[in-house]
């Protein structure tokens, strides 16, 4: 068993599935200093003496408990684990593009949920040495950084052989890595508290330990164990041993007692005997497994954080988050908004691709509550925007990918016929839901409506200074998709609006995004014809009418000033762009919202009509210093 997770054991057991640009170099400024290897900011917490944790979690088997994992992934990031690792499951074929593989999970967890990711890499079924090059090459295409080096679990038939004699095991790995890619991986390797169960002997185990370390590895996790002694005295003779890397404790949470047997029984370790006195009784109880699974991690763990020996904790989740939860909370190390937002850098929710965060500061305000399927649409661009957004009639926009797992909505079918109603008689109803969107009111059926198809998340906060302007729009037919409120130089620091480095001041221009139906049109023309500090562009589902008082110069509308930094302009209103986004939101109608219903139906057809007749407007009010004029001149369209 070289070095294979407790998530890998368990998954092996059983069958089951526990749940672009012209523009200048990069100001650098969404640039937070680091290089995406996990091992710096890991020094960065023993230097500043502040535990973290991590997660683990492994593919599941299939598309729908992606897509669920991935969702819960967002969640996971407002507690913020230093990272999380995705193992390696060859019976998910896990280099290929299908849902379930553990590139695409790693792939979706790096670049749109944001979290910094570590995939484990495995000599076992690779049947070559070039084939683990070309999937170490496709990690590094996706953003990943990082890769926990392991021999992997040998099938039980022992039909696998090393096919290099140089191969054979983790420590061959980590060269292998080191002697392709130099430094452009950080690499994790695995330790065992009680010595490799294979090994002859517990010494020869930290030989082994020592020389993977010497090939290049630069921290290490342990395998789990259920005493906080042994862990400590393990650490003792690596240090011994002359391994001075961190060295992160794996922890393994009780939540159910058959997969701690099987797990117990497939690791060769040995569960102690007052642990096992304990939850024999209760072993048909669950929730008494569970709640002694997190009573005895967390006394296990503070004893580890009061050594001052532990830097931090990786917890095998078993894709099982409420427990591991639970003990981080009583440990005072998950976050989830306890110690208030997470600082932002940008105003957008920036990718953990360390290739791209170090390099884009720019985007288009289209996507902002859909940031995923900008990410998806802008993968292929060799550059992106930087400084400035440039010429964006230059690079290519990808397909708006409704189909990929990762940019499909988290909400089930259900849900969504719950918010949008079951049944649409007339266009006044799609007004109702709109309006309901915006209070936080039910729905005339009593649900809830969290999400439209434009927003992936809740309302953003600074849309509670608009929430009653926009609802009298929204109640009238003017059917918003997207806001923001001027903002005149507000502290960075602000919980709300604020972004970027401290001791700064941001500055927004007000901006207003939605659908207006064909017959209100004229009037709209003629309102914005008195008001020649608004631009404003227009545009018909087809894309055969176009309206705008706008150059192809794109519009800042978000920009920040900062100590020793030139003013960061990291939001734009960018034409060519808008005509791209047209197109989905148009579509969005459609896939999200009128395939709920029967084709050739009442309520299909009042979706199809709004989708086929109305038009998408963009209005920016460039009087950022005297307010917001644009609810005002649209009242005017509204009730005429």
């Given at each position: 068993m070289d070095d294979a997770s407790p998530t890998e054991l368990i998954r092996q057991s059983s069958g089951s599935e526990d749940s672009r640009s012209q523009s200048p170099a990069s100001s650098g400024f969404g640039d937070d200093g680091w290089n995406g290897k996990i091992i710096e900011k890991i020094n960065q917490r023993i230097s500043k003496k502040a535990p973290f944790f991590s997660l683990e979690f492994f593919p599941p088997r299939t598309p729908a408990g992606a897509s669920n994992l991935v969702a819960r992934f967002d969640r996971i990031r407002a507690g913020q684990p230093l990272f999380i690792d995705i193992t390696w499951h060859p019976a998910g074929n896990p280099a290929s593009d299908e849902p379930t593989s553990s590139l695409m999970i790693a792939n979706a967890a790096t670049n749109y949920s944001g979290l910094d990711t570590m995939l484990h890499m495995t000599l076992v079924y690779h049947q070559s040495r070039e084939e683990i090059i070309q999937n170490l090459k496709r990690a590094k295409g996706q953003g990943v950084k990082n890769i926990l080096?392991?021999?992997?679990?040998l099938p039980v038939d022992g039909s696998w052989k090393p096919f290099d004699d140089n191969l054979g095991y983790s420590g061959d790995l980590v060269r292998l890595i080191r002697e392709e890619f130099g430094s452009h991986f950080g690499i994790c390797v695995a330790g065992y508290p009680r010595g490799h169960p294979d090994c002859t002997n517990y010494e020869d185990d930290l030989r082994h330990l020592k020389g993977k370390i010497d090939a290049g590895a630069d921290f290490i996790i342990t395998q789990l164990f259920f005493s906080a002694d042994v862990f400590l005295e393990f650490v003792t003779d690596c240090r011994k041993m002359g391994i001075n890397c961190p060295i992160v404790p794996g922890i393994f949470p009780i939540q159910a007692y058959n997969s701690l047997r099987q797990l117990v029984k497939l690791s060769k370790l040995n569960i102690p005997d007052e642990i096992l006195g304990t939850i024999e009784p209760i072993k048909d109880n669950d929730e008494a497994i569970?709640?002694?699974?997190?009573?005895?991690?967390?006394?296990?763990c503070q004893k580890l954080l009061d050594s001052g020996e532990v830097p931090g904790f990786h917890i095998y989740t078993l894709n099982r988050e409420v427990a591991c939860t639970e003990i981080l909370t009583q440990l005072g190390l998950w976050k989830d908004g306890a110690a208030g937002p997470i600082q932002r850098l940008l105003p957008?929710?920036?990718?953990?691709?360390?290739s791209r965060r170090t390099c884009e500061d720019v985007r288009p305000i289209f996507w902002a509550s859909r940031p995923n399927s900008y990410i998806h649409r802008t993968q292929d661009w060799a550059e992106f925007p930087n400084g400035r957004w440039g010429n964006s009639s230059s690079p290519a926009f990808g397909d708006a990918g409704h189909y990929l797992f990762y940019l499909q909505s988290r909400l089930k079918s259900q849900q969504w016929v719950n918010m949008l109603m079951s049944e649409l008689n007339n266009e006044q109803e799609v007004f109702d839901i709109f309006v309901a969107y915006i209070t936080g009111e039910p729905n005339k059926l009593g649900h809830k409506v969290t999400q439209l198809p434009w927003n992936d998340e809740e309302l953003a906060p600074e849309t509670d200074l608009l929430t009653e302007r926009l609802a009298k729009i929204n109640r009238n037919g003017l059917l918003t998709?997207?806001?923001?409120?001027?903002?005149?130089?507000?502290?960075?620091?602000?919980?709300?609006?604020?972004?970027?480095?401290?001791?700064?001041?941001?500055?927004?221009?007000?901006y207003l995004e939605f659908f207006i139906s064909a017959k209100r049109i004229e009037k709209l023309k003629a309102v914005l014809a008195?008001?020649?500090?608004?631009?404003?562009?227009?545009?018909?589902?087809?894309?055969?009418e176009t309206i705008t008082n706008s150059s192809s110069t794109p519009i800042a509308v978000t920009w920040g000033v900062f100590p020793g930094s030139e003013i960061i302009q990291p939001t734009v209103v960018d034409p060519v762009s808008f005509d791209i986004w047209k197109d989905e939101a148009f579509e969005l109608w459609i896939e999200r919202w009128g395939k709920l219903y029967e084709v050739g139906s009442l309520s299909r057809n009042v979706i199809q009509t709004i989708h086929d007749t109305y038009y998408l407007v963009n209005l920016v009010d460039n009087d950022y210093v005297k307010g917001n004029i644009l609810f005002d001149l649209l009242l005017e369209v509204a009730e005429s």
């Open positions: 080096a392991l021999r992997g679990d569970r709640n002694y699974g997190v009573h005895q991690c967390v006394t296990m957008w929710k920036q990718t953990a691709n360390h998709i997207n806001s923001q409120p001027s903002i005149n130089g507000y502290p960075s620091s602000d919980p709300v609006v604020g972004w970027g480095k401290p001791g700064g001041y941001v500055y927004q221009k007000a008195e008001h020649p500090f608004v631009n404003y562009h227009i545009v018909n589902q087809s894309g055969t």
